[in-house]
């Protein structure tokens, strides 16, 4: 069995990461534009807002970090 080289494996962690950071924070993002219009006193709704948010902050994490886990940032 051969290894994988060592930037092939960067580059294969690097687009999973990152894809599935994307994916994520684009879905709670239309997620969250869905409840413009809920009622905002609704503890249901004000909890999907919030959940949706922090999807949203661990999806720009995720595309943060593997930015600059390649020197982009």
Known sequence: MTELPVGAFKLLLSLITGVVAAVWA???LV??????????RDPLVR???????????????????????????
């Open 26 to 28: 684009i879905h709670d």
């Open 47 to 73: 909890d999907q807002r919030f959940g949706y948010a922090m999807g949203i902050v661990i999806g720009v994490i995720g595309i943060v970090g593997t930015l600059r886990f390649n020197g982009v940032l």
């Open 31 to 40: 997620l969250i534009a869905r409840l413009r219009g809920a009622e905002r």
